[in-house]
């Protein structure tokens, strides 16, 4: 009796280590065959170290307005978009939203201070992200000097895409705010070797107000000024074709 107790609990142990073994298997196949893996962060990885740091992530998926976190929550991880796109915001003291950006797949967010949360974010339509345990990412990083230089860059760039938002809101008119948003979400797409011509616009006409600074009426109308000096033409209420690069660019400056 005492022999197939032992028995039943060796078979167990093995049952769990193949489950473990598989679970493995499938982080690394996961991150191997990803599609955005070479304009995200994980880029600079080798394979072997790929094998390793798949086992400290996991995927989850969003779906419409969904909340990835919000403003203010105790920070416990960080985000990787694979898939979708995400909006992230932040409430103002007076209870008015300000969208402060959107987020395109390989873009990496979850930045906290203090422990909490700087900013909500939520998705546009569907989404799938590689979500990291931020103590254990951070333990992870102080091991691999390439994946630290690689999220230093990405905290660069946000400094230099903070900069440009206060310039646009700063000193751009509407047209140029608008010609700049357009240009910028083009720019996104092609990054990631999506279609940029037509440009897809995810967000809504709110959305797009919001973080311009603007009203509805003035987004509208900013876009039938583009149309009808043959700049742009509206596919859809999502879809804008670029007819004038070079004109959308002058108007930029």
């Not at 197939?4 to 073994?21: G, Q, Y």
């Not at 996104?188 to 009426?217: C, E, F, H």
Request: a positive charge; aromatic letters at 8%; hydrophobic letters at 35%.
């Amino acid at each position: 009796m005492l022999k197939l107790s032992i028995m039943a609990v060796e078979l167990k142990r093995d049952n769990v280590r193949c489950e473990l073994a598989k679970n493995d298997d499938l982080g690394h196949t996961r991150c191997a065959l990803c599609g955005i893996r070479p304009y995200s962060f994980c880029r600079c990885l080798n394979e072997d170290e790929l094998k390793v740091f798949s086992k400290i992530s996991s995927e989850r998926m969003f779906s419409d307005k969904q909340n990835i976190f919000l403003q203010q929550e105790k920070s416990k991880n960080l985000y990787n978009i694979t898939e979708g796109n995400i909006k992230i915001y932040q409430l103002l003291t007076d209870g008015r939203l300000q969208i402060i950006g959107f987020l395109y797949p390989g873009d990496f967010f979850g930045s906290y201070r203090q422990g909490k949360y700087n900013y909500s974010a939520q998705a546009i339509g569907n989404v799938k992200v590689c979500v990291f345990n931020e103590t254990t990412l951070n333990k992870h990083l102080e091991k691999n000097p390439k994946l630290s230089r690689e999220l230093l860059n990405i905290t660069a760039n946000e400094l230099t895409l903070a900069q440009d938002r206060i310039r646009v809101l700063g000193k751009l008119t509407a047209t140029e705010r608008m010609a700049n948003f357009i240009l910028n979400i083009s720019d996104q797409r092609a990054r990631i070797k999506w279609q940029d011509n037509p440009v897809s616009l995810p967000m809504n006409r709110q959305d797009i107000a919001d973080y311009l600074g603007l009203t509805i009426a003035t987004v509208s109308r900013e876009i039938t000024r583009l149309k009808t000096s043959n700049i742009i033409k509206v596919l859809s209420a999502s879809q804008i074709y670029i007819n004038d690069r070079t004109k959308l660019s002058l108007l930029c400056n």
